[in-house]
């Protein structure tokens, strides 16, 4: 049997049995990848493949060279029993469960399931107690602090069902799922040690629970944590180091692993979209655009992933794009938070920037931790000169992902806007040793720095010299490099900068004050080294202009006529003193 069948088959039983564990979403998320395992055309009619069709494009253009793919059969993996049923004595009761646990009616769920000793009656019991718990908790912050405030409110299930949990591990009568209810109940208490301990046990034993992964993933906060983690090799494995790269900012090495499981889920719309999440960390937004178009051919009603579709559409200002995608969303589903922070994105793009927070306020009333919302608030309130609003966003932003560079870069803008220098260089740090490579942040720092309360102009040249090798898109970098070094009374260095920024906005045929500024001072800089040639040259296209620089091209080469009898040239002899 080829990896694809075997990947096939095991897919197809663990849809069924997550499912019938009312884990709907590790459920979705294996049937989705069920479907992006590409059929033989031998065996199956072009009606079975309909859903698959356009994602191979994406594939083929966005392919890196560098990377090459190879299908999974090509490595040795452990293999993992299926596990068997072993309920036939609960049926019944399990099934009335089940249908109470799917209407939300979590205690009366696990009433009915109180007597009921088999494994997978105990985990549904026990998980539905958890989700009944976490409901009250939900209820208890709004009716105390309001849908979007902070409250000390707690699941008070946890306790019992951790003793519960606990001896059923110890005695050996936990499933896989058990496993997984107790490393989730042990995270919420803060025991992250145990945690991934018991999440290990419970991937390794039933691989196929990407609920599982995601909550280990989420402990893995650096590096040596990940490399600790004894791992069983079974393909998911793969899904999982590609997903905690991500999260980890290894963005290359995340790509490399989601191109090699393409070797087997060549028509995974969930790769495609976490590639498209890499690409836009690189700010590669040209290609990002393209891949999340194709997910809208292929998956027209999908919301997921699209409000990073609707930051790139903002970041290029593409506001037809952004409405038509608004428009879209609204239309499939508006109570979403991902809707709703895409249709605040248009609003903000279009500078209403209260109906933009109304938007934001309403993803997060739906979800108060959805952290792209609190971020994207923050910049509203950033907009609206409101920067007491946009520190708590941003707060707020940080308490749910330390990681997220963004909410540190929107607090290191709020304080340099409120004048605190100092706080706002604290924050900005935090960003770049996050997000390194975008050279944004070098920027903001190194015009922090340049401030008159701290006025380091060292620190800001290092910090502009990490951007301009950050791929500065902005193009701001190279000529703060050379006014600098100008401003410390470095001709040489400041004359290398302006050459440097000179030439690049001749490669992107840009025109501005910033290149006339460029061509005078390096005339002046040439004509003082006695270079009178290359000052002509400058000189000359400055000529080219209307303001005072062609007054001032004029006085440079009438001086350099005086200073040198024998300087012949055309320009200076139209230019009498």
């Not at 992006?36 to 994406?58: A, C, H, W, Y």
């Not at 469960?97 to 019991?125: I, N, P, T, W």
């Not at 979007?148 to 003793?163: F, Q």
């Not at 290092?462 to 600098?484: G, S, T």
Request: glycine share 4%; aromatic share 12%.
């Amino acid at each position: 049997m080829s990896s694809k069948e075997i990947c096939r088959d095991e897919l197809r039983i663990a849809v069924r049995q997550l499912s019938d564990r009312c884990l709907y979403s590790a459920s979705k998320w294996a049937a989705e990848q069920l479907v992006g395992i590409e059929l033989d055309p031998v065996k199956f009619t072009p009606s079975n493949t309909r859903f698959q069709r356009g994602s191979s494009s994406i594939r083929r253009r966005f392919r890196t060279n560098e990377i090459t793919s190879t299908p999974i059969a090509g490595v040795s993996y452990v293999s993992t029993p299926v596990m068997e049923e072993d309920d036939a004595v609960d049926g019944d009761f399990y099934l009335l469960a089940k249908s109470y646990f799917d209407c939300r009616e979590y205690r009366r769920a696990a009433h009915v399931l109180r007597d009921q000793s088999g494994k997978k009656a105990v985990f549904l019991r026990c998980y539905a107690l958890y989700l009944a718990g976490e409901k009250r908790k939900e209820e208890e912050n709004i009716e105390l602090e309001g849908p979007l405030g902070k409250s000390d409110a707690a699941n008070k299930e946890l306790v019992s069902l951790e003793r519960e949990l606990s001896m059923l591990r110890k005695n050996g009568s936990i499933d896989p799922f058990g496993l997984y209810l107790y490393g989730l109940v042990l995270k919420e208490k803060g025991s992250e040690h145990l945690a991934r301990s018991v999440l290990v046990e419970s991937v390794n034993s039933y691989p196929w629970n990407w609920s599982a992964w995601s909550e280990l993933q989420s402990m893995c906060t650096t590096i040596d944590i990940l490399h600790s983690l004894p791992l069983n090799n079974h393909w998911m494995k793969d899904f999982f180091l590609a997903c905690a790269y991500q999260e980890l900012r290894m963005h290359n090495e995340s790509l490399a692993k989601y191109e090699y499981l393409q070797g087997t889920f060549s028509f995974s719309n969930y790769i495609q979209a976490q590639i498209a999440k890499a690409q836009y960390s690189l700010r590669e937004f040209e290609q990002v655009e393209v891949i999340f178009e194709e997910l809208l051919r292929n998956d027209p009603y999908r919301v997921e992933d699209m409000d990073m579709y609707s930051n790139v559409l903002y970041a290029k200002e593409c506001c037809s794009a952004l409405s038509y995608l608004a428009h879209r969303v609204f239309m499939t589903d508006k109570y979403r938070p991902e809707s709703c922070c895409i249709i605040g994105n248009y609003y903000s793009l279009k500078g209403q920037h209260e109906k933009s927070v109304m938007y934001f306020r309403r993803a997060l009333k739906l979800n108060k931790n959805c952290l792209s919302a609190w971020t994207l608030m923050g910049h509203e309130y950033v907009e609206m000169k409101n920067t007491p609003a946009a520190v708590d966003a941003y707060r707020r932003a940080v308490d749910i992902n330390p990681c997220d560079y963004r909410a540190w870069y929107g607090l290191g803008q709020a304080y340099e806007m409120m004048g605190m220098p100092f706080y706002a260089l604290h924050y900005f740090r935090k960003s770049v040793f996050l997000q390194p490579s975008d050279s944004r942040l070098w920027i903001a720092m190194a015009q922090c720095y340049e401030t008159e309360q701290l006025h380091m102009l060292e620190e800001a040249i290092k910090c502009y010299r990490r951007a301009a090798n950050c791929n500065d898109r902005e193009a701001i970098a190279l000529h703060q490099l050379a006014k600098l070094h100008c401003e410390l009374g470095r001709s040489e260095e400041a004359a290398f900068y302006y050459k440097k920024d000179l030439e690049r906005m001749e490669a992107e045929e840009r025109d501005g004050p910033n290149t006339v500024e460029a061509l005078l001072f390096l005339a002046t800089h040439c004509k003082d080294q006695k270079r009178f040639e290359e000052a002509e040259v400058y000189c000359t296209r400055l000529l080219d202009y209307t303001g005072p620089e062609k007054e001032a091209a004029k006085s440079l080469l009438r001086g350099m006529r005086t200073a040198q009898p024998g300087f012949s040239s055309m320009s200076a002899e139209h230019f009498p003193p």
